[in-house]
């Protein structure tokens, strides 16, 4: 069996105990995707690891990829930062929690997505330093920014069905891809947006981010961009991520 050794940014998206001392781990990449790979030994007291690797760990990483194996074999892992301001508190948690969830969803096996992993690891390192109250508005941000990444941005300058422009009240459906007029809107899950929320929806998905961080969304935008999510990425994902019922539960 021949193998490709090669060394890479990571961040540590899942990792499950294997045997006595070893993990298997998933780890998101800029320019591989996800990797899953087994850490031998994670746990060995004086091993390569550290005494094992935490969720949401960011470092670098040294892999060998074997040609037929399911799994990479992770030879090294230094950690730059372990953000462990992820757990001051139950919301930042599960808030990280969620991130890290969306971003195993989203990327794929050997497909690059830099965008996406960059935008992950932003979005975390600004959950473990940020003001409680700007949480939510991270996540939305992260949201939007996988979304995009993924190419199923929705179209919010005129209907996604008929292209025809919109006004007042504002309907949004996932089945049409954005928003749309009500004699357009499909069956399934629809949520009504007000101006001012159709505004922020578009700055989340055009504004760089130096723009939202100098000027955040209101709690009354987030909340209504938080509406639209909460029936976009069930329908893009064909599922209800777990991890965003623990979020609304926080």
């Known amino acids: 069996m021949t193998s490709r050794r ?55 990483a040294e892999l060998s990829a074997r040609d037929g194996a399911e799994l990479e074999l992770l030879r090294r892992f230094r950690r730059r930062d372990r953000l462990l301001g992820l ?3 139950l919301d ?9 969830d969306l971003l195993r969803t989203f990327l794929r096996p050997a497909l690059a997505n830099e ?12 959950l473990a330093l940020a003001p409680s109250a700007s949480l939510s508005g991270w996540v939305a941000w992260l949201e939007a920014r996988a979304v995009a990444a993924s190419g199923l941005r929705p179209r919010l300058d005129a209907c996604a069905a008929c292209g025809r422009p919109v006004r007042a009240p504002f309907a949004f459906s996932p089945a049409a891809g954005g928003l749309a007029h009500g004699g357009c809107v499909p069956a399934g899950p629809r949520r009504r947006l007000t101006t001012a929320g159709l505004e922020a929806l578009r700055r989340l998905y055009t504004a760089r981010l130096p723009e939202l961080v100098a000027e955040p969304l209101s709690r009354e935008a987030v909340r ?27």
Request: overall charge neutral; charged content about 20%; some cysteine.
């Open 87 to 89: 757990g001051r508190d």
């Open 224 to 250: 209504e961009v938080r509406a639209i999510h909460d029936v976009l990425l069930p329908y893009l994902l064909e599922r209800q991520p777990v991890t965003l019922s623990l979020l609304r539960r926080g």
């Open 6 to 60: 090669y060394a890479t940014e990571a961040l540590v998206l899942r990792t499950v105990e294997f045997a006595e001392t070893s993990q298997v781990v998933h780890l998101a990449t800029p320019e591989h995707g996800l990797v899953a790979a087994l850490a031998k030994g994670a746990h060995r007291p004086g091993g390569e690891f550290q005494g094992g690797l935490a969720l949401g760990a960011i470092g670098d």
């Open 92 to 100: 930042r948690f599960y808030s990280a929690c969620y991130v890290l």
């Open 115 to 126: 965008p996406l992993y960059r935008a992950g690891t932003t979005a975390l390192k600004a």
